[in-house]
């Protein structure tokens, strides 16, 4: 059976702002991959209401996500960038993988026990099979890679568990084991109040992240009062081991940068927070304003990205579809009447 080569398949909640972390660990890494793989970029409105946001504002921030991710660089005439709620295959085929992948898998979940939070009872049954959902996402489309940030590994490995446990329980070879990319500097940007806390969505205190609609005084008042340590930078990378704040600064201008934490490191060896930090608030600011001010003109015009979105839909269901009904045909199940 050949499964393609060179698909890739990624989402991103529509839920509050689009951080550096988002940017860093996943959507920069899109566009790189671009032009050496087909890839489907998928808004994942469905995984959004396990945790029921404000459900007025879920269409506007699946299209602020959309025009950022078209600000960052992707091309949506090149890539198919849709709405997972566009695409109804991925809801049938999370339901059979919810009977594919066991309770005792779930159970081990670490984003499950840190959205659920001590209340296990009150989480809705969508947070617990969210992975299912997520592994539907991936192989509805048979795709080879998937890159995100390094959260999503746990989840990346269930998929893979998943598509190898319904070929094994079928006996037919329906869906390839999905290559997880968690690579570069930016895979874990942290919180810049805490070192130890990854920067995110959900965090109540917005100095904690820089937004990808920050100002630039915004971004530059961020970093120059993120938390740091009090000694100088050190001249090898090895020397940030035991210092997590600073280690996230380092990282974060070598994402940006383009750089290796190695070299960025010789460049300010010695050198204290004081002379750092304006540096790479500079940076950050070149790198992101210019994003930030793309996101605003595309999304003066919503009637064009929702244009954009139902082409990506369609390109999508068009893949979706088949596998859909080649996993139905699997299971044994009568496909005369579907579509196709
Ligand atoms: P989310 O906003 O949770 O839907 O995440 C979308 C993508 O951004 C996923 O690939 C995440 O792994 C990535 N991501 C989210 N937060 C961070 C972070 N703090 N550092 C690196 N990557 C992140
Ligand atoms: N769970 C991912 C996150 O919170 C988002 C996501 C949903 C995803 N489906 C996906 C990522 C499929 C990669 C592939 O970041």
């Known amino acids: 059976m050949s499964f393609p080569s060179n698909r890739i398949l990624s989402g991103i909640q529509p839920t509050g702002n689009l951080h550096l972390g988002n940017y860093l660990g996943a959507m920069k890494n899109w566009v790189a991959m671009q032009n050496d793989y087909e890839c489907l ?10 945790v029921w946001p404000d459900l007025g504002e879920i269409a506007q921030s699946s299209r602020e996500v959309a025009a950022g991710m078209i600000a960052s660089g992707i091309d949506p005439e090149q890539s198919a960038l849709f709405i ?3 695409v109804p295959a991925h809801a049938q085929l999370a339901w059979v993988f919810n009977c594919v992948a066991r309770l005792g898998w779930l159970n081990r979940m670490t984003q499950f026990k840190d959205k659920a939070g001590k209340n296990k009872e009150k989480a809705s049954s969508g947070l617990m099979v969210y992975p299912n959902l997520m592994a539907a996402d991936i192989l509805v489309y048979k795709a080879s890679h998937v890159p995100t940030g390094e959260d999503q590994k746990q ?3 269930l998929a893979r568990d998943i598509a190898q446990k319904f070929n094994v329980d079928t006996g037919k070879e329906v869906f390839p084991l999905p290559n997880p990319v968690i ?3 930016g895979t874990r940007v942290m919180s810049l109040r805490d070192g130890q806390r990854k920067m995110s969505k959900s965090d109540t205190s917005d100095m904690t992240r820089i937004n990808l609609t920050d100002t630039a005084d915004e ?3 961020k970093i120059k009062r993120a938390k740091t340590d009090p000694e100088v930078l050190p001249d090898k990378a090895t020397g940030l081991a035991e210092r997590p704040e600073a280690s996230n600064l380092i990282n ?10 190695d070299d960025v490191v010789a460049e300010f060896a010695g050198q204290g927070f004081g002379a750092f930090k304006p540096k790479l608030a500079a940076l950050a600011v070149s790198v992101l304003t210019p994003i930030a001010s793309r996101m605003t003109e595309l999304l003066a015009d919503p009637a064009e990205l929702d244009r954009l979105l139902a082409r990506g839909a369609d390109k999508a269901n068009d893949i979706a579809n088949p596998v859909l009904a080649e996993a139905y045909e699997a299971i044994g199940f009568s496909t ?4 196709r």
């Not at 970029?41 to 396990?50: E, G, K, N, P």
């Not at 974060?252 to 934490?261: E, G, K, N, P």
């Open 84 to 86: 997972q709620s566009h």
């Open 155 to 157: 989840h990346l490995e």
């Open 219 to 221: 971004i530059a008042d």
């Open 183 to 185: 690579q570069g500097p």
């Open 336 to 339: 005369t009447g579907i579509k």
């Open 41 to 50: 970029f998928c808004i994942v409105d469905l995984h959004a209401i396990t």
């Open 252 to 261: 974060i201008y070598a994402a940006l940068a383009d750089r290796s934490v």
